[in-house]
């Protein structure tokens, strides 16, 4: 389960995903001016040592949807250098390193153990300042894994999501579905 502190975080998770995706490969052509990056919704993964934060943001420009894995460390974390997104304070946890999902570790693990082992993305808890659970959050989504592949070697997750059809329900990949959505979503996959 995600522990989820009702905190300040300067920069905002928002505006840390925006200044991410518009410097990507494959979101060429958006104009967070004219229209500006609005968050959908979200889910998150356990990390089982609970050091990082994994957290997977559903996010809309316009009439292109996107999808950003991110983690958070207390620490930086040197492996993963390059692939630090921002520096953030949060009022609870104090600083955080945010790191695209896609190179860490903890975050590559728990995607692959989900779709292999066909279970689902973390509940979320609303906790106070000392961690004691207040109140599930439920108004998140739901993402969950089909089963392993044989053969499979590494991942792919999806950029670019499409709304429009529903995904297959394959073996080795990881499904989404949320309020408002009424079909499940292809969010990555096991190759």
Same mark, same amino acid.
């Given at each position: 389960?995600?522990?989820?502190?009702?905190?300040?975080?300067?920069?905002?998770?928002?505006?840390?995903?925006?200044?991410? &995706?518009?410097?990507?490969?494959?979101?060429?052509?958006?104009?967070?001016?004219?229209?500006?990056?609005?968050?959908?919704?979200? *889910?998150?993964?356990?990390?089982?040592?609970?050091?990082?934060?994994?957290?997977?943001?559903?996010?809309?420009?316009?009439?292109?949807?996107?999808?950003?894995?991110?983690t958070y460390r207390?620490?930086?974390?040197?492996?993963?250098?390059?692939?630090?997104?921002?520096?953030?304070?949060?009022?609870?946890?104090?600083?955080?390193?945010? *790191?695209d999902g896609n190179?860490?570790?903890?975050?590559?693990?728990?995607?692959?153990?989900?779709?292999?082992?066909?279970?689902?993305?973390?509940?979320? *808890?609303?906790?106070?300042?000392?961690?004691?659970?207040?109140?599930?959050?439920?108004?998140?989504?739901?993402? *969950?894994?089909?089963?392993?592949?044989?053969?499979?070697?590494?991942?792919?997750?999806?950029?670019?999501?499409?709304?429009?059809?529903?995904?297959?329900?394959?073996?080795?990949?990881?499904?989404?579905?949320?309020?408002?959505?009424?079909?499940?979503?292809?969010?990555?996959? &096991?190759?």
């Amino acid at each position: 389960m995600a522990d989820i502190y009702n905190a300040q975080l300067q920069p905002d998770k928002i505006d840390v995903i925006a200044d991410w &995706l518009v410097k990507q490969e494959g979101t060429g052509g958006i104009d967070l001016g004219s229209a500006p990056l609005e968050k959908i919704t979200a *889910y998150r993964f356990d990390d089982p040592a609970g050091e990082v934060g994994v957290e997977v943001h559903i996010v809309r420009t316009g009439d292109r949807v996107f999808q950003v894995p991110l983690t958070y460390r207390g620490e930086p974390f040197e492996a993963a250098e390059d692939a630090c997104v921002a520096e953030m304070d949060h009022s609870v946890l104090g600083r955080r390193w945010v *790191y695209d999902g896609n190179a860490d570790p903890v975050f590559i693990d728990q995607l692959v153990r989900t779709i292999s082992e066909s279970t689902r993305s973390a509940k979320q *808890y609303l906790v106070d300042e000392t961690g004691t659970k207040i109140d599930e959050i439920t108004e998140v989504a739901l993402a *969950y894994g089909t089963g392993p592949v044989v053969g499979a070697t590494t991942f792919a997750v999806e950029r670019e999501l499409d709304l429009s059809a529903p995904a297959a329900e394959d073996p080795g990949r990881l499904l989404g579905i949320w309020e408002g959505q009424a079909h499940p979503v292809l969010l990555a996959k &096991l190759i």
